[in-house]
């Protein structure tokens, strides 16, 4: 298992010193206050070992990788219902759009996309008293680590800008398909993004969908197998908006991506990695993230393929 320590210093090294390429996110004010040299990897295995390199143990903001979490609680709650609300289609669209929504009577493509994610908050919103502290308290139990937080100003910073954000939710709920309050949704989806970790942590939090069987601290199981496999699945095809086929050609693991620059990908049965560097490639994904990746899984000859 020390391999791994040694193969992510070795590509981390070679990957560091390649020419930066990419943009830090500045639609989101308080994000491009980030140093964009920040680059670190964690990789916590199935034994629950954990490998980190660089930046590894300094939180950042999640952003859309919560996206995984957040449809985790919901599919827990809801079951088979909740693919009334949303689909589960990659959208070959930018993570942001509106564009296919009107065709699709306000059913987002897929939980990933801003559409999709901010359904998945009005089901939440429907279920939990408090969204944002029940919330953060699912984060916390399934994660073990008692001190996960939101980042205040983060979440400030994009309520105060997320214009788009606040079409989509009213977008959608002209066709029926967000039930609560538009500004209860909407604030809820802000901090549930303002979301912060380390790639430590965040290799740790994922690894419900990597090992069968997972229990949390209390002995419970987060989510069935049968959902495991299908929010893999998802991640494989939705997780990096219009770049997942991209992804999956270039890495060949499910993975989630935030315009943080963090991205975390999970080889089932074996490992979850988490890997951060601000600067984002044109999709906006991880430019360091994705060949980061690209190398380790050709290195460790591990992918699902
Ligand atoms: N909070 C961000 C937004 O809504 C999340 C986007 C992302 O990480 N891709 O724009």
Redesign the pocket.
Same mark, same amino acid.
């Given at each position: 298992m020390e391999k791994y320590q040694k193969i992510i210093e070795d590509v981390y090294l070679e990957v560091k010193n390649m020419p930066q390429s990419g943009k830090v996110?500045n639609? /989101?004010p308080e994000l491009a206050f980030v140093d964009p040299e920040n680059f670190g990897i964690n990789i916590t295995t199935i034994d629950k070992e954990s490998f980190g390199v660089g930046d590894f143990d300094k939180k950042f903001? =999640?952003? %859309? /990788?919560t996206?995984i979490l957040s449809l985790t609680l919901a599919y827990k709650f809801e079951g088979v219902k909740i693919w009334d609300r949303v689909d589960v289609e990659p959208s070959g669209n930018p993570?942001?759009s509106l564009l296919q929504l009107e065709a699709d009577l306000g059913k987002p493509r897929n939980p990933f996309i801003?559409a999709g994610?901010i359904v998945i908050c009005d089901v939440l919103v429907s279920h939990l008293k408090n969204p944002k502290e029940d919330f953060l308290d699912f984060c916390k139990e399934i994660s073990n680590i008692p001190t996960l937080q939101y980042n205040e100003k983060v979440a400030q910073s994009?309520k105060a800008s #997320?214009y788009?954000?606040v079409a989509l939710c009213n977008f959608i709920k002209s066709f029926g398909n967000i039930k609560n309050d538009v500004d209860v949704v909407l604030d809820f989806?802000?901090y549930m993004? %303002?979301l912060e970790m380390t790639c430590k942590e965040l290799s740790k939090i994922f690894l419900f969908l990597t090992i069968d069987n997972f229990t949390t601290q209390k002995g419970e199981r987060v989510i069935t197998e049968s959902q495991t496999k299908r929010i893999n699945a998802i991640m494989l095809t939705c997780g990096f908006?219009d770049e997942s086929g991209e992804f999956a050609f270039r890495v060949g693991l499910p993975g989630k %991506? #935030? =315009? #943080?620059g963090g991205i975390v990908a999970i080889l089932p049965d074996k490992y979850c990695i988490a890997v951060w560097s601000p600067k984002l490639n044109v999709k #906006?994904?991880s430019y360091k993230g994705m060949l980061f990746l690209e190398k380790f899984t050709s290195k460790t000859t591990s992918s699902i393929f």
């Open positions: 996110a639609y /989101i903001s =999640v952003q %859309s /990788i996206k993570f942001n801003n994610a994009e #997320g788009r954000n989806y802000f993004c %303002s908006y %991506s #935030g =315009v #943080g #906006g994904n």
